[in-house]
């Protein structure tokens, strides 16, 4: 199936108000262009470098988010123009966004990420540690900056019914987190779990943002980096 083809399909299961973020990392501009052209514009890459040398290639009216581990060194090469970063994983990378946001005039949006698999490798807060930072007084002093929700990852597994825990688990941080900290800030709303293999169960469980790479571009050949 062209990559067409496979927007369509997964559009037509997903519900109207579900962002598709359309993960093209590794993925060459032509295929990226391929999406482009069959409608979609928000497209997601999770190294800094690769994002800012796509960024100057195709149409200005891309929405590019960020979705990696993001190095605090590598954050001035994509402050200008990145429309979201969803990994944001520690208080040092979140003041360094704030500082490289402030140099471009900008407000950067940014979600917090969470760490919700039994993996050891998946980067992320947990709820306390999301909790201090939202209260302390750095926080309140980054201008440049926007919580606008939560992401997370679930385990690589073929147990849906871990995973459909892990994803209410992130459900019940949001929750926690907008009652406590965003009641009266209709920004902050997204919830951004779900990619090729468990998005139908991160649907299930509220996301409101879909993550999709292999399922759109086909499987990542990781030796072509
Ligand atoms: C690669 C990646 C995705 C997309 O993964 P697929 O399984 O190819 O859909 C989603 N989110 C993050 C954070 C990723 O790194």
Known sequence: MSIKENLEKIL????????????????????????????????????????A?????????????????????????????VHLIQSVDSVKLLSVINKEAAKNNRIIDCLLQFYIATEESKFGFDYDEASALLSSKAFLEMKNIRIVGVMGMATYTTNDKLIHQEFAQLKSYFDKLKSTFFSNQDYFKEISMGMSDDYKIAIDEGSTMIRIGSSIFGERNYKSL
């Open 53 to 81: 040398e796509k960024q100057t290639l195709l149409p200005k009216d891309i929405h590019w988010h960020f979705i990696g581990h993001l190095q605090t060194n590598k954050v001035k090469y994509i402050a200008a123009f």
């Open 12 to 51: 037509k299961v997903i519900p109207q108000n579900t962002n598709l973020i359309a993960v093209s990392k590794t993925k060459p501009i032509e295929d990226i262009l391929e999406a482009y052209q069959a409608g979609q514009r928000v497209f997601g890459e999770n190294k800094a470098l690769e994002l």
